[in-house]
């Protein structure tokens, strides 16, 4: 297993409602990636953070935002909570451009 | 941005057999191409990457090769197992940012 750990597991939220999701890099590693993924699809790219600066962003709304703090770990905002943003969210930890690695994920439900 | 489609969506094979899944990409930038296998469940694992420079890679019973000119990779399990049943996933980036996955393969390896 890897050295990302992600809380928490598993959130139950209600339209409308604003979530913050967090994730731990793995020791050494700057760089911080977050993804959602639906059932059944591949995970899809919303933001990366480097040395605390957002780095690239995916067609997400605004209202998925980010932070990194100076130990690297990192994260994710996401307001006024819509049913379709029911996935799991995955932050992949990496040093630079080298290969990221995945934390657990953290299943959100959005009634 | 890139657009990255993968082929089958699912694989069945028996046990021994040779597996292969192809993806194409779109972007004539992108140079990072990794493969994850996730588990139900679970997080998706790196089993193998490549890079723009090299035009095949090996790693025991894995394999990834690259043809640029075409912006497609593959990868081949060979001598397959039970527990290579999974969902495999293949993705492009330029360095390593914004990186895009393909809807994915469920591969089967029956005993």
């Known amino acids: 297993e890897t050295g990302v750990t992600q809380s928490p597991t598993h959130l139950i939220k209600t339209r409308g409602q604003q979530v913050t999701l967090r994730c731990s890099s793995q020791?050494?590693?700057?760089?911080v990636s977050w993804y959602q993924q639906a059932l059944g699809q591949g995970p899809q790219f919303i933001f990366q953070?480097?040395?605390?600066?957002?780095?690239g962003r995916g067609n997400f709304p605004p209202r998925f935002s980010g932070l990194q703090f100076p130990n690297y770990s990192s994260e994710l905002n996401v307001n006024a909570l819509e049913l379709d943003d029911s996935a799991l969210y995955l932050c992949a930890s990496s040093f630079g451009t080298d290969t990221q690695y995945f934390g657990p994920g953290t299943r959100l439900t959005v009634l | 941005g890139e657009n990255v489609e993968q082929h089958p969506s699912t694989l069945s094979v028996q046990e021994g057999d040779s597996a292969v899944i192809k993806c194409t990409y779109s972007d004539s930038a992108s140079n990072y191409f990794p493969w994850y296998k996730q588990e139900l469940g679970k997080r998706p694992q790196l089993i193998i990457d490549?890079?723009?420079?090299?035009g095949e890679k090996k790693d025991q019973r894995i394999a990834v090769t690259l043809n640029k000119t075409a912006k497609h990779f593959s990868l081949h399990i060979t001598e397959t197992q039970p527990e290579d049943s999974a969902v495999y996933f293949c993705a492009a980036s330029d360095n390593n940012n914004d990186m895009r996955f393909g809807a994915g393969t469920r591969l089967t390896v029956k005993p």
């Open positions: 490549i890079r723009s420079n090299v």
């Open positions: 020791s050494g590693h700057n760089t």
């Open positions: 953070y480097y040395r605390e600066e957002e780095n």
